[in-house]
Structures are given as C-alpha cells and as structure tokens.
C-alpha cells in the first residue's frame, strides 16, 4: 500500500465517526502533512472533538485534550516546575501541549494570556518555561475548536493567534440522512472504538517530507501572490493576508496535491484552499461586516477578478 492509500484509509477512518464531512477530513489531512494547524468553528455537539480523536487514533500518535476555561492559567498548558523536597530540586511536569496531536477545546473561552500560552509551541514547535526552551514531540499538530463568537463567554482570538492557524474550517450540521445514519451507528460499540492505526509516526513523518518535495511552477506562486495582493488592495478589507498567509497556502497546495495522488500543484489547487488559508488572515473593514458581506464571499470576488496561470507547453 502507498502512502497516498494510506492517506486515504486515515480520511475513512475520520468519516466512519464524522458522517458526510470527508471534505473537513481531508482539509485536516492536508494541514497534518504540512506541519499547520486546524481551527474549527462550529456550534457545540458536531463531532469536532471526535474527528480530532479519529486521526489521533488512526496515526497511532500521543492524543492530548486541553479543555480551555475562564480560569485556565498558561502554565496548565505548558507545564509548571515543582520543588521536590526529597531530592531539594525543581521538577518538570509537562503539562497537555507536550503531546502529538493536541486538541485545544473552546479556546475562545480562555483569557487572551491563556490563549497565547499555545503561539510559541505552534510556531516554533518548542516552549519556554523558567527560561529553558523543550522540543516539543515530533509530529506537533494542534486542532482547537472554538464556538461561535456571539455565544456568551468567549473572548475573540487575537489576530496574532489566528495567524497561526493553517486553515480555519467551519463544519456545520449534518443533513437528515447524515443524521440518522450518526443515530444508527451509535448504537452499540462507539465507533471511535473500532478505528484502528494506519500510518506510524515514523511514516508519518517520511510521508510529510515527500510532501514537501511535490512541485509547484513559478507561475502557480505567481498566482498565490496575486491572491494575497488582491486582498491587500481591496477596498472592503482593512487588512490583507500578509507573506505569512502566501507560504501558508503554497505549504497546503503541495501537501493537498500529494493527497490526490500528484506531484505537481495546479491552480486549483490554490483555488481550492485559499478561502480556508486566507479567510481567517483578513480583517474587513467595519462598512462591510455591516453590510452582511463574509470573508468567504470576498476571497471568491477576488479569485473570479485574478487572472489564471495558464499552463506552459512543456511543463506539467
């Protein structure tokens, strides 16, 4: 079996506990394989934490669950040193985020201050605590969900944190259908607990380095710095995506070409990605939010308004 079948099998894995959303699968699929990280926003009882806990399963990885509070201090994240009178030293107690896959459950209900306790781990991969800085494991891959901001008692992420985030994925409810076959298959042994492992770490790990080898034309970069631009200059947005958010998508174009099978990046591929990649990175301006018009709808005016890299003859 190669690794896209493998992939593959992890997708099926994460569909048998979270019916009709293969889509949100693969998307959190693709931001494993590119070292990024998940933020999904849905109301509670969707089956955010389940997917979470299906691909922690399915990649045999170290599953960390951190159920952020009002009263969560930063050192419940990353861990806290302990004087141990016995051996007249300061013990390490790591805390949840030194795991593989962490998932981070209603961050918005933190503090700010809690909140940011997670930015050093998700971008550097490391944590400072007294004044040394630990590795943290090998894959490190945070999925936080966060419950819509007009529910009460959340505190909107700071732009800072969002940045962090590979893709921001909005979930929604599952159809009639969909619904009733989540009632079927509850009945009797959960089906978190018939997921088996597909992939080890160690493969895991083989696997993303391939994924960062897959090739992507110079026209194809051209195009996703066309996109950031557009929203640059934008009238309705009052900040655009910054270079952050342009190596952002070309990580998750090559990492989504890998999953289908290919060795080169298309346009649409970027087409494809670039409203879970940019969405989150723009700030519009408050006439716009007035006027009921969505991150969404403005990345798709934008996409429709730059011009398509047209293939070179010779190239793939």
């Known amino acids: 079996m190669d690794e896209q079948q493998k992939l593959i099998r992890v997708i099926d894995n994460i569909e048998q506990v979270m019916i009709g959303k ?99 781990g998700m971008e550097e991969s490391s944590v400072t605590i007294d004044g040394k800085t630990l590795p943290l494991p090998d894959p490190f891959f945070v999925m936080a969900t966060q419950n819509p901001i ?28 969909e619904e009733l076959d989540v009632l079927r298959r509850s009945e009797g042994q959960a089906p978190i607990e018939r997921i088996e492992p597909v992939l080890s770490l160690e493969e895991l790990v083989e696997v993303r380095s391939k994924a960062e080898e897959v090739l992507i034309d110079d026209t194809v970069k051209g195009y996703i710095v066309d996109l950031a631009e557009a929203t640059r200059n934008s009238q309705d947005i009052r900040l655009g995506v910054s270079p952050r958010g342009s190596i952002a998508l070309m990580k998750a174009a090559r990492s989504y070409a890998f999953l289908r099978g290919r060795g080169y990046v298309t346009p649409d591929d970027v087409q494809y990605l670039v409203p879970y990649v940019f969405g989150h990175r723009m700030i519009l301006q ?6 009921g018009i969505t991150a969404e709808e403005l990345i798709e005016r934008l996409v429709i308004k730059t011009k398509v890299p047209v293939r070179r003859a010779g190239t793939r």
């Open 22 to 120: 293969r889509a949100v699968a693969e998307l959190s699929v693709t931001a494993l394989l590119s070292g990024g990280h998940v933020l999904l926003e849905d109301v509670p009882g969707v089956g955010k934490t389940m997917m979470v806990r299906a691909l922690a399963r399915s990649v045999g990885a170290d599953f960390k669950r951190i159920q952020f509070t009002p009263d969560l201090l930063p050192s419940d994240v990353v861990g806290v040193s302990i004087y141990n009178p016995r051996d007249m030293e300061f013990e390490f107690r790591p805390g949840p985020v030194m795991g593989n896959i962490v998932l981070a459950d209603e961050i918005n209900r933190t503090s700010p201050k809690t909140q940011s306790a997670l930015l050093e």
């Open 150 to 177: 007009e529910y009460e008692g959340t505190y909107p992420l700071p732009e800072a944190q969002l940045d962090r985030f590979l893709f921001k994925i909005r979930m929604g409810y599952p159809t009639r259908e």
């Open 286 to 291: 408050p006439e716009t939010r007035y006027e």
